[in-house]
């Protein structure tokens, strides 16, 4: 058997396990990052459009929150502006990176060391490179409040 007939079928395996075990590629690779970093969960994930875009994100749930962060994979991205709106009214427009390599994590943006509650968050944003590539995905991650200080 060919190297890459043996590479297809591989390559086909792995495709129909992800396809039954009901796991999303990018699910997957979320669990591989909350493996590396106890204690954050996802939020919210997004395909990003290759021209400026605005999405506004919906946080589902009453968890309180003492971080966010941003991992993105398929392309890079440009971040234009980012505000995160809490229940309570208050709009936190933190300082973050402007562009946000595929594979890699923005910054970690601090909310309050006994945790947020969070309403929605806005961002402007846009996959770089040839409109016809793939788009970026964001996964929007934060750090749940332990009253306990464990995760």
């Not at 495709?15 to 204690?39: D, M, N, R, T, W």
């Not at 954050?40 to 395909?47: A, D, F, G, M, N």
């Amino acid at each position: 058997m060919s190297h890459l007939n043996r590479s297809l079928i591989s390559l086909l395996v792995s495709v129909l396990l992800v396809s039954i075990s009901g796991c999303h590629p990018s699910s997957y690779l979320f669990e591989q990052f909350a493996q590396e970093e106890k204690g954050w969960v996802l939020l919210e994930e997004t395909k990003v459009n290759h021209i400026r875009e605005k999405d506004v994100l919906k946080i589902k749930g009453n968890q309180k929150f003492t971080s966010l962060r941003l991992y993105v994979r398929n392309r890079d991205i440009d971040i234009h502006d980012l505000e995160v709106h809490m229940i309570s009214g208050d709009i936190l427009k933190p300082a973050i990176e402007k562009e946000v390599k595929r594979g890699e994590r923005s910054r970690v943006i601090e909310l309050a060391a006994d945790g947020r509650q969070l309403d929605y968050i806005t961002m402007r944003y846009r996959s770089k490179g040839a409109w016809f590539t793939k788009r970026a995905t964001v996964l929007f991650v934060g750090k749940q409040y332990n009253p306990n200080g464990a995760y």
